[in-house]
């Protein structure tokens, strides 16, 4: 045990009614929500890199952070990860993601890189034993150092694009080593800056071939977890390829591997690209392209990446009514791709933080859960279209349509949208 | 001759030096640029709807504009077109561009709308004949009208889609017979106001099956034009199915008709989807869906559709390199889907606006075609991806190129994107 | 009685249990919060104009409703009373509000207008006294009709200028006439469409001659009520002078105005502007100009005034806990600037919109008189100030400051600032 | 002479056909515009900051730059002032701008701190003294180091109130050493993340106490320059209180400081806060506030400060003209707080890009000058308002003018505003 955290109990489900901040009031992991324990509807995961490996900066300013294992060495790396499993076993979470570069120093080279990777793996694998906290998702971090400035699969270097695919390669060895449930890839850099120094056309051919090599190995090694890109629209780039939902899916049907790969939706990045949350979520479900969701939250009046932890119960039941529509998870999960303020310095904020964001996941999960019980609001979805159970419109052509409005003189009268009265029907569940 | 435009002479190029407001500065359709008149590159065209059809409302206001052909009768629709052919012969545009509900009135039924396309198709059809002008596209209104509030294709009730099936076959065969050289969709309710009452799926399928019907209808009628979508995120709807680019083509590819439909961009919806107007056109021409633009400019303060006349002479610049990097038009061309300010009264305000716009577009063209001509942006460009030119690697596997990294110790270097020097570089054309 | 609403009961409260979509879950009218009752603490008001004049219109189509008043004569104008009227008292809101375009039908020229004005002031006056219902403000729209097409106070024409005071003037004594509690100024068109056509000094002197206008008319009539701006950043003007709160203030300052008129705060409006509602709030209440607040929504999707009902509960309680540490409504209230979407045809629509929106301002006001009550946020927010209140520093200078801080070697240690603890704090409230 | 730029000539005017890349086309720094120097209306400046001191990270990465000086000792700080004088001197540009954190090592504590601010002071000062370069402006850093994380003058903890205050003192006694023009307050921290722990009013009223400090101090030293404070709305707060020129204008006013303090318009924030550049700077010019800008550019796709090399003459010229109409700079200047693109790593780059930033601004310039000289705008703008020369109006009040429109049946007719003619005419001078 270290002293990070030392004082802070494991938090426990108390209920709505409970003072205690160091306490769940919502989230009670084996209550019963549809037939299914709730723990198993979240499937919640910490982030290994907001939590652990973020300094507190921004553009303005520096590290407010001040972690006994910020540092290079193979030490810090395990004292990070120690404090992490035990933050893991605080909250309760039975999942956690990372990049490689959360933890393991940077080597002087690939090799030294990968060795540091290979190590750490072994040490989290002991970790994850002991807790029996697991993976849900590992990725590569193909967009912090500056070899990755003008991108990793699209660079204009073909040795950038060699070394991020060796990166990607010992990145899903180590997924696959922790038992991950999924592979992530969000390609932070694989954008643009300028069109005037980009040939888009390389680069998406570049992307496609890179997406078809992680595709090929996880089917060379057999691995079972899903394949899944999460979108954003730009930021860090001016532009980035994949935009956002209907982007990746256009991108993967060029590429023929709409089958193969799924999205991990993330809030924020749902409203940077002009959506709302459930928007993207809905959107992936009907493409039968649904994954996972980084369940954090983005401030409205910003214009960049805040990834908050979430708070706003209205909105988490809409997006885990989309979720529950989709049939719920299947290898993905809620990760809390969220970082504290970089105000909030403090071991108990970074508990607390989660806390809050857990709580408010289970209580949209238990309103959604109702409305979609109750029923009463796919029957009003279901009614308004029940014109076209029974038509055969579909079926015939333009001339043959026209000949039915002109004899049967159709007129069509619209009907109430009732956005008002299904609004009201949502806040009556929450 | 109808005396709306009294006194307007017909605009002449005269040089950049011109003092002459009704005069082009830069526009001097038979001048050659890279081997083409430049009207033959640029293929204007005005919009029916704005400079005609449209009052001057807006969401707090109500008609501004006055004119003589306001009213719902014949008479009032044939005044309409005699002004208009005479503003198309004054700024000597070669085409113009129309919906149904531009250029007819709305009848009491079906039947009786058509009744009225069909005599004014006829009436534009000798307009045409006697001044030269011709049709670049026509389409459909599918949103003006209340049947319409809750989408056409998309439209729970099936009586909508086919009032819209009808609808569209009767402005096809209006393009058809006009001569028109493409048929536009711009589905401006297909789309929702909340996910709570839509089904996505369902919509989704419909709109993929009127899209169906439509490239049936082109080839069983052995229409030559192009079908073409115009995008747009939002705005009559909350959302909108038509987003941007890279959503249409998703789109396209899941209905399997990427090669039988291209895309008609707009400058303005670009912005309001959070790309730049080049970076729709480029990523359309990388797909093989461009086809056509839209012309008009977006306020950038603004969060809604401002359609205004452009202006921005290194914007357009910019936009005129993706088209003749594209190889030009071929069915497409350069419409004014742009209106006046509802202060700009004056018949003269009408006349000048399209001069300036076409001014602008004839600046950045030829800024555009002496860029290419000089090559050295491509010369750039290319340089820069050259590594590729010779490389092996999208052939190869994860494990390869590991073993690769490994044994070359590969260590990539950054090299500078040179953003501002090429930036310079396109200074100097302008 | 007219036949609009037959069959819609007077809507009761029932408790959060109810099933009944014809009443309150949450607002019960005399249940005391913090000592008042709570239609005391909001103040509600419906308003004429989203309700019963706006026809359903948006950029993109026209009208959707189709209300038997629509049309323009003064009976038109006396149904449409009865039927708003009749609202008021189904909803049991104490108040409403309105334009005098809303409400009387535009006359010939000004002295008919006057004079229906008038007429329907009378006919008001007695629907008043019969049902109880008062007026919250009254205000003149100055923004529908052409002639305000370059604003109204300050556009460049002074007939324009004299055309709106005199409106003002008529208004007010509407106003007055029905007993308003406050007098309303929103500035529509003020503000410019392009900079190259503008005087900004010159309507900045206008618009500060016409608000002392109003000020001294206050005074010689004897008005009692507020007089408020309500600001707004653009939408229907690209620009407009009445941006935000800071900006009002700095306008109030500048012409001395600033404990004369306060501001009437709309969320959509704040969103528009880049804040949030409750920023907006905060710092009308900390400038001392905090008025009135119309309590719709906008979508964050969207980049204009959707003015929709509120449903976001966390969000209003954060919006009514600043209205109540600003010590609650004095003559302002909660006015509904909200219009149904135009989909939504039905009278159940207009009534059940009204429900949700008053429901969720109920329970809004209910956590925010918790929170303050508890006392938790607000001990917090006093003791991270706490080293102020016993500092001296603000009376000294910058050479003294320089010397104590090497004199004492003052190093500041960062304190954590707790926000996601703070927002658990919160959302134990809801 | 170091050997960093080694290779790069002094850039010398060569006109607008040159194909040297390291020569300016437009910026002729004798020239005469109106009747005095293009170097004197321009009055261009360097920052220090982002090309010397900021290492290319961004959110999602870290250092890409690779300089020489990076380091933290006085010996990288005389390096960095060599290599930045040389650049200034490649560049003739007359003067530059710096940040106390850009130029000295942070030290231990404060007295550390103060001394190599000092000793670099003089450093710089002999610097000044051998190549005639001049100080623009000099500020205080109170953003980057992690004592600022809760504001500077608006911190919570007085402590951090007064390092911030002796911090201020130290670095007008730097400017005032350095002959500085002007003195800049930009309030990067002071503003919120979170209005859950902000006392708006207590840490309004210390900004004002700390702007009146240093406005004390300056006429306590006798400095001639201006104070200036630098509008942001957000970046790096979620809420800045210096949001634009109105909010400032209305804090200016409130403290009684509005004739002592000007501000520095930023074209970038001014985008950020919905506004356009020409917007704020004619707003400042009209609140008689109008002091100096920095001329850098803002990406529109962009949520975020991107500070990017002005490159749009177009835009550049309405800003200008809006100087011009201010009467032009007095102490101010043209600052470029611009960075290169991280990806821009060569020496070149840096150069260039000022190269190109310098003849954007002199080809604005010159247009903006044409137009004005020409007088065709300001005829147009005058005849519009032209009715107002004669009118007595704004001495009346509301019942009179009632009367009158009364009694003389005004009818205002709208006349046009012939937005696009004027946005023509504008295109003529470009
Ligand atoms: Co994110
Ligand atoms: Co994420
Ligand atoms: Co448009
Ligand atoms: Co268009
Ligand atoms: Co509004
Ligand atoms: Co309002
Ligand atoms: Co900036
Ligand atoms: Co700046």
Redesign the interface.
């Given at each position: 045990m270290t002293d990070f955290f030392k004082g802070i109990p494991a938090i426990k489900f108390e209920g709505a009614q409970s003072d205690n901040?160091f306490a769940f009031?919502h989230y009670n992991p084996d209550e019963v929500v549809l037939g299914k324990p709730m723990k198993d509807h979240l499937r919640f995961a910490a982030a290994y890199w907001h939590s652990f490996a973020w300094p507190?900066?921004?553009?303005?300013?520096?590290?407010?952070f001040q972690r006994p294992w910020f540092g290079d060495t193979m030490a810090d790396a395990k004292l990070k990860a120690d404090v992490a499993f035990e933050m893991f076993q605080i909250l309760g979470v039975p999942y956690y993601c990372f990049h490689d570069a959360d933890m393991r120093p940077e080597g002087a080279?690939?090799?030294e890189s990968?060795r540091n990777l290979d190590e750490m793996t072994e040490y989290l694998a002991e970790k994850q034993a002991e807790s029996g906290v697991k993976l849900l998702w590992g990725t590569a971090n193909l967009?912090?150092?500056?070899?990755?400035?003008?991108g990793a699969a699209t660079?204009?270097?073909?040795?950038?694009?060699?070394?991020s695919?060796?990166t990607?390669?010992?990145c899903?060895d180590a997924t696959i080593r922790l038992g991950g449930e999924n592979y992530v890839l969000w390609g932070?850099?694989e954008g643009y800056?300028?069109?005037?120094?980009?040939?888009?056309?390389?680069e998406?051919?570049?992307a496609g071939?890179m997406l078809q090599?992680?595709v090929?190995?996880k089917h060379?090694t057999g691995f079972k977890g899903a394949i899944l890109i999460e979108p954003k629209?730009?930021?860090?780039t001016?532009?980035q390829y994949d935009?956002?939902v209907?982007?990746v899916?256009?991108?993967l049907?060029?590429f023929g591997l709409e089958g193969e790969v799924q999205v991990n939706v993330e809030q924020g990045h749902a409203?940077?690209?002009?959506?709302?949350f459930?928007?993207e979520l809905?959107?992936a479900r009907?493409?039968g392209i649904f994954g996972s969701i980084d369940m954090n939250r983005n401030?409205?009046?910003?214009?960049?990446?805040t990834d908050q932890?979430p708070?706003?119960?209205?909105?988490m039941a809409?997006a885990y009514y989309e979720v529950l529509r989709a049939g719920g998870f299947k290898t993905g999960g809620t990760n809390f791709d969220a970082k504290?303020?970089?105000?909030?310095?403090?071991p108990?904020?970074l508990i607390?933080?989660h806390?809050?964001g857990m709580?408010?996941c289970a209580a949209g999960l238990k309103a959604a859960a109702a409305m979609l019980e109750d029923g009463k609001?796919e029957a009003?979805?279901?009614e308004?279209?029940s014109?076209?159970d029974t038509?055969d419109?579909?079926g015939?052509?333009?001339?043959t349509?026209?000949t039915?409005?002109?004899e049967l003189?159709?007129?069509?009268?619209?009907?109430?949208?009732?956005?008002?009265?299904?609004?009201?029907?949502?806040?009556?569940y929450?």
């Open positions: 901040e009031r507190g900066g921004d553009p303005f300013g520096g590290q407010t080279n690939f090799a990968a967009f912090s150092h500056r070899r990755f400035m003008s660079n204009p270097d073909p040795d950038v694009f060699a070394y695919a060796a990607i390669k010992t899903m932070g850099r800056e300028t069109l005037l120094n980009t040939d888009m056309g390389r998406r051919a570049q071939a090599m992680v090929d190995y060379k629209p730009q930021e860090p001016k532009h935009y956002d209907a982007t899916y256009g991108f049907k060029d409203i940077l690209a002009g959506h709302s459930e928007h809905a959107l009907e493409l401030d409205y009046q910003s214009g960049w990446d932890f708070n706003n119960v209205p909105e809409l504290l303020r970089r105000q909030s310095l403090d108990e904020d607390l933080a806390v809050g709580d408010a609001l009003a979805r279901n308004r279209y014109g076209w038509s419109l579909l015939l052509d333009l001339s349509i026209e039915r409005v002109r003189d159709i007129q069509p009268e619209p009907r109430s949208g009732k956005q008002e009265r299904l609004e009201n029907l949502v806040n009556k929450l």
